[in-house]
């Protein structure tokens, strides 16, 4: 199956602005692709400086605007799409990741391990870490979300993985230089593809500022590098994957790295 990142920069508080740069983005997609990965809060930008200002850059799910673009590129293109947003549900914000079908399901992760001044403004995610099975012509392939921050946490990509991810979306804002390179060993300790997508830009806000560091990352089962990113290119990578792989969990035939866990050990 063919899977892609995006890497963009989204504007901050401006929810048109970053609809108008996906769907030109998007449309300009020549090759057919299975499943597309989009950054965090790709709706709404990361640096707010109020509540307010959050969840006046928020929309609900379904049925916000935002949504309802994806809903239609992903028919369009008749691919599955993970995308990062700033959700509202009621009086609270969350900081989520969805995966958007053709057929205009969604499924939303909530992100578990909010990173600093997010915790100013989201509620720490309620959805747990759930696997989501995919189909059509690439078969049954199952996927699970994680955000940014969460790669920090081994427990969050093992979850994923026991619950029988083959493939972890990571829709990311990071500002820390290391996910990209420790991306490779959540891949390979867990054994499945890895599709973080990373954004990029400065972000100012008053008298704040963060710099994104792009270098989006695709990265195999193996520890192969399917697709590394510019640090400030705006660009949609696609590479060819066989899920297949993400099934195979023996490092040599001695070791499973599901079977020779000790949890025993682990408490
Ligand atoms: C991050 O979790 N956005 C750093």
New binding site residues.
């Given amino acids: 199956m063919k899977a892609a990142y995006l890497q963009f920069q989204p504007v901050l508080n401006d929810t048109e602005a970053n609809i108008k740069q996906i769907a030109e983005l998007t449309g300009k997609i020549t090759e057919n692709i299975d499943l597309l990965v989009m950054p ?1 809060l790709t709706n709404s930008g990361y640096l707010f400086t109020s509540l307010d200002e959050a969840m006046s850059a928020s929309e609900e799910i379904p049925g916000g605007k935002f949504c309802q673009t994806l809903q239609q590129i992903a028919s369009a293109k008749n691919m599955f799409i993970v995308s990062g947003i700033c959700e509202r549900a009621g009086d609270k914000l969350y900081n989520s990741a969805i995966l958007v079908s053709p057929d205009g399901k969604i499924d939303t992760y909530r992100k578990t391990h909010l ?1 600093y001044e997010e915790k100013l403004w989201f509620h720490p995610g309620d959805s747990g870490l759930n696997v989501y099975e995919i189909t059509g012509e690439i078969g049954r392939v199952k996927i699970g979300m994680m955000i ?2 969460d790669w920090v946490f081994p427990e969050a990509a093992r979850t994923l993985a026991l619950k029988g991810a083959q493939i972890i979306a990571h829709p ?4 820390l230089g290391y996910c990209q390179q420790a991306m490779f060993t959540r891949a390979v300790e867990n054994r499945v593809y890895t599709i973080t997508a990373n954004r990029t830009g400065t972000e100012k806000n008053g008298d704040k500022e963060l710099y994104f560091t792009g270098k989006s990352v695709i990265v195999d089962p193996k520890g192969n590098y399917l697709a590394s990113g510019g640090v400030d290119s705006e660009e949609i990578k696609i590479v060819e994957i066989d899920p297949e792989l993400a099934l195979d969990k023996n490092i040599t035939k001695l070791n499973n790295i599901f079977d020779d866990r000790r949890t025993e050990f682990y408490r």
């Fill in positions: 965090e990173f940014c921050f990311s804002n990071l500002v």
